[in-house]
């Protein structure tokens, strides 16, 4: 089944996870960064997985700002999921993250999510990822496409509103 995957990356930790969620979903996966998606890009595939770096416990402006272009809509038939990169601290942990804020934002429009939110670990701001987390995307991928329950990570809290 067809998957695009959309992302915003600063460091280029959030683009290498989602080239292997690409991997994950198979070769013909669509990958795009935010900055250049068309809400109407996403018209074609099946999947539709979007993914931010966490900066400031939230999903980057552009990322946010292109969920709000989508047209609730077009989100009804659409197999979602969201993932994020992150710290792996206890101290970031009170102001949440991206890949969450990103679910709440699908659902508020009226989209369902079939996966819980994923988020993948940096070491520090500008990187590298922790080792094993692009295997771990790959897999996670797998698991969303065969429909496979991905279980919601313990660190967080769902939030209700988009904020
Ligand atoms: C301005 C800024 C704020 C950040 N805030 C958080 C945060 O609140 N929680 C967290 O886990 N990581 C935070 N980080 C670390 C980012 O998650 C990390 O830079 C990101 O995963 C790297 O992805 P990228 O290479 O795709 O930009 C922050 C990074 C920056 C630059």
Same mark, same amino acid.
């Given at each position: 089944?067809?998957?695009? #995957? ?8 959030? @683009? ?6 690409g991997? =994950? ?9 935010? =900055?250049?998606?068309?809400? @109407?890009?996403?018209? *074609? ?12 416990g939230?999903?980057?402006? +552009?990322? &946010? +700002? ?8 077009? !989100? %009804?038939? %659409?197999?979602? +999921?969201a ?9 970031? &942990?009170?102001?949440?993250?991206? +890949? ?16 819980? *939110?994923q ?7 500008? =990187? *590298?990822?922790?080792?094993?987390? !692009? ?12 429909? #496979? ?5 313990q ?9």
């Amino acid at each position: 089944m067809s998957a695009i #995957v959309i992302y915003d990356s600063q460091f280029g930790n959030t @683009e290498q996870i989602a080239k292997a969620i690409g991997k =994950g979903f198979g070769e013909d996966t669509k990958l795009v960064k935010v =900055g250049e998606a068309k809400a @109407e890009d996403i018209a *074609p595939y099946h999947f539709v997985i979007i993914g931010s770096p966490t900066q400031g416990g939230r999903q980057t402006t +552009a990322v &946010k +700002a292109f969920l709000e272009k989508i047209p609730a809509e077009a !989100l %009804k038939e %659409k197999r979602l +999921a969201a993932f994020d990169t992150r710290f792996k601290n206890v101290f970031t &942990k009170v102001f949440g993250y991206a +890949a969450p804020r990103i679910e709440a934002a699908i659902k508020e429009k009226g989209g369902n999510t079939t996966a819980q *939110p994923q988020g993948f670990f940096v070491k520090s701001s500008k =990187g *590298p990822l922790l080792d094993g987390e !692009l295997e771990r995307a790959t897999n996670w991928a797998k698991s969303v496409a065969a429909g #496979v329950p991905t279980g919601r990570m313990q660190s967080e809290v769902q939030f209700k509103k988009k904020e």
